[in-house]
Structures are given as structure tokens and as C-alpha cells.
């Protein structure tokens, strides 16, 4: 069975990122398929998105979040899931068909290479692969040993990369699957504000890591600074809609 899932904690995103991710999904992806929102609330979700409850992540203690609920994934048993899942970010925008996500040497874990950190082996986790149930040392280490991965580890993509590699290598996609909105579609000031956004052959997924976020480019974009802005840009409301 093919999954793909997301989670929705806190108020960062509204249910509007989840039914665009939703419909986006189904817009590039062939043949069955289970679409699944771990969340706190599920107010103003679209019919047909399942949910199930956001599994329990306690031991933060005060830290910024920085992704690490994503690693309550790896239980061995995840809700009444099983299969392959792939898992997105609510931002994220999809540009073209995702089966080549499932058809990739399946069975394997799967992962970006951070485009900032290149020849770390570390991954950006914002569109990751695995088996349901297959690594539950990922989180049971985690839990046993907080403190230690806390302080070797900055945030979750950096932990969850070091735990798969501990036993099997890190492979990442193909290198133009899964690009930067930032590094590889903005314009340099003062062109961004005059410009709209590079398009990029063979992009599957546009990652909209920190700022902006896809909404924001959809009426232009700009810092505080005004150093950093994107032009309206139509080919992204066209992709990144319900």
C-alpha cells in the first residue's frame, strides 16, 4: 500500500496548506493510494483527507521544535498504516508527478541531500521515503537518549540521517527532484522584484524551507530588509491550489 502523509501540530500552518497538499497529490499521483494527516485538529480539513491523531512527542523542554515529532514516524507500529509512506511538508509545492517517488529502487529509505550541506551526509526531510514499521530503532534511540542527540545533533533531519545511516547508506533522489525555492528559483536583488521566479526543468517538488512560504509569492514577497523579494508569480497559484 502506498501512503503518503503530512503533519499539522501547532498553528504555523492552517488546514488550507494541508487541502492544497491534498489536492496536489492527487493532481500527480497515479493509481491507489491512502492520503493521511497526523494532526491535533482536523477543523477545516477537506473531505476525504484521513487523519489520525498526532502521536505524542514529549522531552522538548522548552526547545525550538525544529521538526523533531516527524520521528514518532518510525514506530513500529503507526496507527493502522502499513507499506510505503511518503512523507511532505506542508510547504511544499508539487510540480510534477510523484510515482517516481514510489517506483525509486522501492523498499529503500529515502531522503534530499540538504542542497547546504552537500557531502555531510545529511538530508532535508521536508520530502522523505521509508517502510512503515521497518526502523523503530529511529525513535527508540531517540527517546533513550535525548540529551546526547540533542547535543550532537541540531535538529531532527541531521538525527534522522545519522540514525539510517547507522545501519544502511543514505540515498538521497535524483538531484533536480527536490530543489530550493530559495537557492534555486529566486532572483538576486533588485531582479526579484522585477522578475518572476526561475523555472526549473524536471523539478517533482519545490521545497519552501524558512521564508518565504507559498502563499506569500502568490501577491509578491519581500524581507524587511527589502533585499530579498519575489515578483507575483502566476505559475506558482497555478500549482499550489485546491
Given at each position: 500500500m502506498r501512503n503518503v502523509i503530512?503533519?499539522?501540530?501547532?498553528?504555523?500552518?492552517?488546514?488550507?496548506?494541508?487541502?492544497?497538499?491534498?489536492?496536489?497529490?492527487?493532481?500527480?499521483?497515479?493509481?491507489?493510494?491512502?492520503?493521511?494527516?497526523?494532526?491535533?485538529?482536523?477543523?477545516?480539513?477537506?473531505?476525504?483527507?484521513?487523519?489520525?491523531?498526532l502521536p505524542e512527542m514529549t522531552?522538548?523542554?522548552?526547545?525550538?521544535?525544529?521538526?523533531?515529532?516527524?520521528?514518532?514516524?518510525?514506530?513500529?507500529?503507526?496507527?493502522?498504516?502499513?507499506?510505503?509512506?511518503?512523507?511532505?511538508?506542508?510547504?511544499?509545492?508539487?510540480?510534477?508527478?510523484?510515482?517516481?517517488?514510489?517506483?525509486?529502487?522501492?523498499?529503500?529509505?529515502?531522503?534530499?541531500?540538504?542542497?547546504?550541506?552537500?557531502?555531510?551526509?545529511?538530508?532535508?526531510?521536508?520530502?522523505?521515503?521509508?517502510?512503515?514499521?521497518?526502523?523503530?530503532?529511529?525513535?527508540?534511540?531517540?527517546?533513550?537518549?535525548?540529551?546526547?542527540?540533542?547535543?550532537?545533533?541540531?535538529?531532527?533531519?541531521?538525527?534522522?540521517?545519522?540514525?539510517?545511516?547507522?545501519?544502511?547508506?543514505?540515498?538521497?533522489?535524483?538531484?533536480?527532484?527536490?530543489?530550493?525555492?530559495?537557492?534555486?528559483?529566486?532572483?538576486?536583488?533588485?531582479?526579484?522584484?522585477?522578475?518572476?521566479?526561475?523555472?526549473?526543468?524536471?523539478?517533482?517538488?519545490?521545497?519552501?524551507?524558512?521564508?518565504?512560504?507559498?502563499?506569500?509569492?502568490?501577491?509578491?514577497?519581500?524581507?524587511?530588509?527589502?533585499?530579498?523579494?519575489?515578483?507575483?508569480?502566476?505559475?506558482?497559484?497555478?500549482?499550489?491550489?485546491?
Amino acid at each position: 500500500m502506498r501512503n503518503v502523509i503530512c503533519m499539522k501540530w501547532g498553528t504555523k500552518f492552517s488546514a488550507r496548506y494541508v487541502n492544497i497538499l491534498a489536492a496536489s497529490v492527487k493532481r500527480n499521483l497515479a493509481g491507489p493510494y491512502r492520503f493521511v494527516c497526523f494532526t491535533e485538529d482536523s477543523t477545516g480539513l477537506s473531505e476525504g483527507i484521513e487523519t489520525r491523531p498526532l502521536p505524542e512527542m514529549t522531552g522538548l523542554d522548552g526547545r525550538p521544535e525544529r521538526g523533531w515529532r516527524k520521528l514518532t514516524l518510525f514506530q513500529e507500529r503507526l496507527e493502522d498504516l502499513e507499506g510505503t509512506a511518503l512523507f511532505l511538508d506542508l510547504d511544499v509545492v508539487i510540480a510534477d508527478k510523484l510515482d517516481p517517488f514510489f517506483e525509486d529502487d522501492p523498499g529503500g529509505f529515502r531522503i534530499i541531500e540538504d542542497w547546504n550541506l552537500k557531502g555531510t551526509g545529511i538530508g532535508n526531510s521536508s520530502v522523505f521515503r521509508f517502510e512503515i514499521g521497518s526502523r523503530p530503532d529511529v525513535l527508540d534511540y531517540f527517546l533513550k537518549n535525548r540529551e546526547s542527540v540533542y547535543a550532537a545533533h541540531r535538529n531532527e533531519q541531521a538525527y534522522l540521517s545519522w540514525a539510517i545511516r547507522k545501519e544502511e547508506p543514505l540515498k538521497y533522489w535524483a538531484p533536480d527532484w527536490c530543489l530550493s525555492f530559495k537557492r534555486s528559483f529566486m532572483r538576486p536583488f533588485p531582479l526579484g522584484y522585477i522578475q518572476e521566479p526561475r523555472r526549473r526543468a524536471g523539478v517533482k517538488v519545490i521545497v519552501f524551507h524558512g521564508n518565504p512560504n507559498p502563499d506569500c509569492v502568490l501577491e509578491g514577497w519581500h524581507n524587511k530588509t527589502r533585499l530579498r523579494a519575489v515578483k507575483k508569480t502566476p505559475w506558482i497559484a497555478d500549482l499550489w491550489r485546491e
